[in-house]
């Protein structure tokens, strides 16, 4: 599909972690869009116009568009937290190739943080279309790193997706664990991926996320010798402007 350029209206402004907030954007019904692809949003400021891309964390099935974030304190991230609801934004997309493959016997995604927001796109529409298009006995593995266990974002939703798509399995890697943590704590490192995958070469990996998870699930993944046709990288580009 084309890349179109429109006007959306805020809605709604979500906290979800102390420092991450979504924003429910309003969009044309004409607006299509694949899951894990990203978009254009322009907001005004004292200094002009400010323009920045991000990934739908929504699903193709939901009815607005909603783009969340880590607040940096940059000045496009705090133009975006000061608009108010009613404000009219300056949008254009899809754009990306990041995307789903349904008949992929194994997947493994491999992300943490905020770079979470184009696998809960695909996993919601997974949820939202009972899994159309997925081949029987479809593996699924999400290993998904956070700062503390009471801070993984869209945890919630982590959960509901564990429990409605066959074959998903996630598992959280926690860097900064509370006392009563039982999961895995620190880094997601090639041992842990052995650790989860029986044969960590029969997936594909989908690794997405700001520059420095990226460098640092590349050098997973050589560790693991996974050849290059099985892995698709989206990085999050200007990730703290």
């Not at 699903?59 to 608009?83: C, H, I, M, W, Y």
């Not at 809960?120 to 298009?133: F, P, Q, W």
């Given at each position: 599909?084309?890349?179109?350029?429109?006007?959306?209206?805020?809605?709604?402004?979500?906290?979800?972690?102390?420092?991450?907030?979504?924003?429910?954007?309003?969009?044309?019904?004409?607006?299509?869009?694949?899951?894990?692809?990203?978009?254009?949003?322009?907001?005004?400021?004292?200094?002009?116009?400010?323009?920045?891309?991000?990934?739908?964390?929504?699903?193709?099935?939901?009815?607005?568009?909603?783009?969340?974030?880590?607040l940096t304190g940059s000045p496009f991230k705090n133009?975006?937290?000061?608009?108010?609801?009613?404000?009219?934004?300056?949008?254009?997309?899809?754009?990306?190739?990041?995307?789903?493959?349904?008949?992929?016997?194994?997947?493994?995604?491999?992300?943490?943080?905020?770079?979470?927001?184009?696998?809960?796109?695909?996993?919601?529409?997974?949820?939202?279309?009972?899994?159309?298009g997925r081949i029987d006995g479809q593996e699924l593995?999400?290993?998904?790193?956070?700062?503390?266990?009471?801070?993984?974002?869209?945890?919630?939703?982590?959960?509901?997706?564990?429990?409605?798509?066959?074959?998903?399995?996630?598992?959280?890697?926690?860097?900064?664990?509370?006392?009563?943590?039982?999961?895995?704590?620190?880094?997601?490192?090639?041992?842990?991926?052995?650790?989860?995958?029986?044969?960590?070469?029969?997936?594909?990996?989908?690794?997405?996320?700001?520059?420095?998870?990226?460098?640092?699930?590349?050098?997973?993944?050589?560790?693991?010798?996974?050849?290059?046709?099985?892995?698709?990288?989206?990085?999050?580009?200007?990730?703290?402007?």
């Amino acid at each position: 599909m084309a890349p179109m350029t429109f006007t959306g209206t805020l809605l709604e402004k979500i906290p979800r972690l102390a420092d991450t907030s979504s924003y429910l954007i309003s969009r044309p019904p004409e607006y299509t869009f694949k899951a894990g692809q990203f978009f254009s949003i322009t907001v005004p400021s004292p200094g002009g116009p400010l323009t920045h891309h991000f990934s739908h964390a929504d699903s193709p099935t939901e009815q607005v568009t909603e783009l969340t974030t880590r607040l940096t304190g940059s000045p496009f991230k705090n133009a975006l937290d000061s608009l108010p609801i009613g404000a009219e934004t300056q949008m254009e997309g899809p754009y990306g190739g990041f995307l789903f493959k349904p008949q992929a016997p194994r997947i493994c995604f491999l992300t943490g943080g905020i770079g979470l927001t184009p696998v809960r796109s695909m996993l919601k529409y997974l949820v939202d279309t009972n899994g159309a298009g997925r081949i029987d006995g479809q593996e699924l593995v999400l290993l998904y790193g956070s700062m503390t266990d009471d801070g993984i974002l869209y945890g919630d939703d982590l959960e509901a997706f564990s429990q409605r798509i066959p074959g998903l399995r996630v598992v959280h890697v926690i860097t900064k664990p509370s006392e009563g943590w039982k999961g895995y704590s620190g880094f997601i490192t090639a041992d842990l991926v052995r650790a989860e995958l029986a044969d960590p070469r029969s997936f594909e990996f989908y690794m997405v996320g700001p520059p420095a998870m990226i460098d640092a699930m590349w050098k997973v993944v050589r560790q693991l010798e996974i050849p290059e046709p099985q892995i698709l990288v989206e990085g999050f580009a200007g990730y703290a402007t």
